[in-house]
T-cell receptor, first 111, second 115 residues
Framework: SQQGEEDPQALSIQEGENATMNCSYK?????LQWYRQNSGRGLVHLIL???NEREKHSGRLRVTLDTSKKSSSLLITASRAADTASYFC???????????WGAGTKLIIKP | ETGVTQSPTHLIKTRGQQVTLRCSSQ?????VSWYQQALGQGPQFIFQ???????GRGNFPPRFSGLQFPNYSSELNVNALELDDSALYLC??????????????FGSGTRLTVV
């Protein structure tokens, strides 16, 4: 079963604009991870945020985590055509190896 | 350092047949997890192998089974294939000590079509 949902399901923006995707989850977590998937192929890890962290940055990526609302957001600044992909959040527990995934947001960057 | 490699990349099987998918983990990683991803969905955890033993299992029937070899590579076997087994099968490797604390390295997947 899916842990939560990404919102929106699909997002289409112009190149250069910022893209924001949200993820909600249902149970307690120790970490939340964001992955990118191009054209239904392998998943590429983007960023991991621990449950005791509120914000994390990596290049043009900014992730926030609000454990009280059980939600996270991924911001991609100054988007590029190469950012076109599906983005997934996955939650994990230190005591369990299983990652539980949302259904993903499909991001399209228009040139 | 090599990444995770999966084979084959694409496969077409007939309902009722059996299939074996293969995965070589990233160098230095001793744990392999398998996920099933249906079209338009997020991945679903099938099981994980560590030290050649199943270390955790998701909500999949026993006809989904696996192996891990001493070199940490792994196989996923599916018996009595059903049409709903059509999906992208992803293999991910990690360090056991990481549990859920470190990111997984995924392979590019095997696209299985059951007809």
């Amino acid at each position: 079963s899916q842990q939560g949902e990404e919102d929106p399901q699909a997002l289409s923006i112009q190149e250069g604009e910022n893209a924001t995707m949200n993820c909600s989850y249902k149970t307690s977590i120790n970490n939340l991870q964001w992955y990118r998937q191009n054209s239904g192929r392998g998943l590429v890890h983007l960023i991991l945020i621990r449950s005791n962290e509120r914000e994390k940055h990596s290049g043009r990526l900014r992730v926030t985590l609000d454990t009280s609302k059980k939600s996270s957001s991924l911001l991609i600044t100054a988007s590029r055509a190469a950012d076109t992909a599906s983005y997934f959040c996955a939650t994990g527990l230190d005591s369990n190896y299983q990652l539980i995934w949302g259904a993903g947001t499909k991001l399209i960057i228009k040139p | 350092e090599t990444g995770v490699t999966q084979s084959p990349t694409h496969l077409i099987k007939t309902r009722g047949q059996q299939v074996t998918l293969r995965c070589s983990s990233q160098s230095g990683h001793n744990t392999v997890s398998w996920y099933q991803q249906a079209l338009g969905q997020g991945p679903q955890f099938i099981f994980q192998y560590y030290r050649e033993e199943e270390n955790g299992r998701g909500n999949f029937p026993p006809r989904f089974s696996g192996l891990q070899f001493p070199n940490y590579s792994s196989e996923l076997n599916v018996n009595a294939l059903e049409l709903d087994d059509s999906a992208l099968y992803l293999c991910a490797s990690s360090l056991e000590v990481s549990r859920g604390r470190l990111p997984y390295t995924f392979g590019s997947g095997t696209r299985l079509t059951v007809v």
